[in-house]
């Protein structure tokens, strides 16, 4: 081993066996793994193992690999936003309660996206887009999507009126028409299934949200 790697594993590394030092490379060099990355003491490494030399040589790839993920973290996600049961729940209030309840429910998305810093806007009655960044939805999902059951406060006081929101998300780095297409499907999805809940794609993960009851698949 050279100075660097010494003070890589802050050890001399004389007769220590590199099991001790880190499990996953040890693993990747017994199966003959030639080319890796690891994470080695809170810094990421590329190694390469050549293996008719007994040779393993290490990269720091940090920097590069911080960028990266600094850069994902800004993929555009787009989401579509539809109210559940408007009309039917709107339907015995006049002109002036209608109009009344409107604003509060539009204040109520607004004020949610708002708290993310996502961007919102409202294409008609029961209808609203929302854009934000990968790190923004990853809060959104943090926080269980309360929107959910916040918009059931809005009429809460007329035993009739049941709105909920039906959202689908996708975030995929892609041109934005087809990361339209692709949050129309993920709604269509939440629509399907019954409504009052979201749908939001990652790639290829696709996670449900409903009644703050969280699934998974790929």
């Known amino acids: 081993s050279n100075s660097f790697a010494k003070d890589l594993f802050m050890s001399k590394l004389d007769?220590?066996?590199?099991?001790?030092?880190?499990?996953?490379?040890?693993?990747n060099l017994r199966r003959s793994i030639n080319s890796f990355t690891a994470?080695?003491?809170?810094?990421?490494?590329q190694?390469?193992?050549l293996p008719e030399h007994q040779i393993v040589y290490l990269t720091d790839i940090t920097s590069e690999l911080e960028l990266e993920m600094k850069y994902k973290e800004r993929t555009t996600a787009m989401g579509y936003i539809n109210i559940d049961n408007l009309e039917e729940s709107l339907a015995e209030f006049?002109?002036?309660?209608?109009?009344?309840?409107?604003?509060?429910?539009?204040?109520?998305?607004?004020?949610?996206?708002?708290s993310f810093g996502a961007y919102?806007?409202?294409?008609?009655?029961?209808?609203?887009?929302i854009i934000m960044s990968l790190s923004q939805l990853?809060?959104?999902?943090?926080k269980g999507f309360s929107i959910l059951d916040e918009?059931?406060?809005?009429i809460k006081m007329n035993a009739s009126a049941r709105i909920s929101l039906s959202i689908g998300i996708a975030?995929?780095?892609?041109?934005?028409?087809?990361?339209?297409?692709?949050a129309n499907e993920q709604l269509e999805l939440a629509e399907n299934r019954g409504g009052d809940q979201v749908v939001v794609r990652i790639d290829d993960d696709v996670t449900y949200y409903a009644k703050w009851v969280e699934s998974t698949s790929n």
């Open 138 to 142: 990853r809060q959104m999902m943090k």
């Open 15 to 27: 007769r220590m066996n590199l099991r001790n030092i880190n499990e996953k490379v040890y693993n």
């Open 39 to 45: 994470d080695i003491y809170g810094k990421y490494f």
């Open 151 to 154: 918009i059931k406060t809005v």
């Open 94 to 114: 006049d002109v002036q309660e209608r109009a009344e309840y409107m604003w509060k429910i539009i204040g109520v998305i607004a004020k949610w996206a708002d």
């Open 47 to 49: 190694i390469l193992y």
């Open 120 to 129: 919102v806007r409202a294409y008609g009655d029961k209808n609203y887009i």
């Open 171 to 182: 975030c995929i780095d892609e041109s934005i028409s087809e990361l339209s297409k692709h």
